[in-house]
């Protein structure tokens, strides 16, 4: 990983994020208020991470469900999955067509291939965005880590100054750089 002293390495930024940031320029206020952002930012995507990992498992049981369904079943009585939780018995008019839920309240009539593969787009969709999310998190958490580094070794510093200043009589530091 390319480093420069004070500068977040350019690995750890997502494409939108591409610039270098001198952090031994920015006052460590500053600093701690870029650390308070990128935690809730880091946050944000976590959770909508899991809101992701949830709709992957829904469109997962929705083919499962799909599978249940044959044509051998015509006409006779079974379980029908209206939610995770919920099955009611009932009797399979039509093995053919299903009534597909797809998004904002709105259910369609399809039939059983084309639900699966609507269906099966949907979670290959979802998954791509999983994987770019959780690329997003890890370079947020690098770009986090290394933010809190120099901003402790800024505080240590900071620390080791006014030492040397009240070891020195409170006289101006001697050849130390004033942050």
């Given at each position: 990983m390319q480093r420069t002293p004070g500068n977040i390495p350019k690995e750890t930024m997502t494409a939108q994020d591409r610039q270098v940031i001198n952090l031994e320029s920015i006052p460590l206020p500053q600093l701690q208020a870029i650390q308070q952002q990128l935690t809730e930012e880091i946050q944000h995507l976590t959770s909508s991470f899991t809101q992701l990992k949830q709709a992957q498992a829904k469109f997962?049981?929705?083919?499962?469900s799909l599978d249940a369904i044959q044509p051998a079943n015509a006409g006779k009585q079974v379980l029908i999955p209206l939610t995770n939780s919920?099955?009611?018995?009932?009797?399979?008019?039509?093995?053919d067509r299903v009534?597909?839920?797809v998004g904002t309240g709105y259910f369609v009539e399809k039939k059983v291939d084309d639900a699966v593969a609507f269906y099966g787009r949907k979670q290959a969709y979802i998954k791509a965005n999983l994987e770019k999310l959780q690329e997003t998190i890890v370079n947020k958490q690098q770009s986090l880590r290394?933010?809190?580094?120099?901003?402790?070794?800024?505080?240590?510093?900071?620390?080791?100054q006014q030492a040397l200043q009240?070891?020195?009589g409170g006289g101006a530091p001697?050849?130390?750089?004033d942050e």
């Open positions: 997962a049981d929705c083919l499962a919920l099955y009611v018995n009932a009797k399979l008019a039509d093995p009534i597909v839920d290394t933010l809190q580094e120099f901003a402790q070794e800024k505080v240590l510093l900071a620390k080791q009240q070891a020195n001697s050849g130390a750089d």
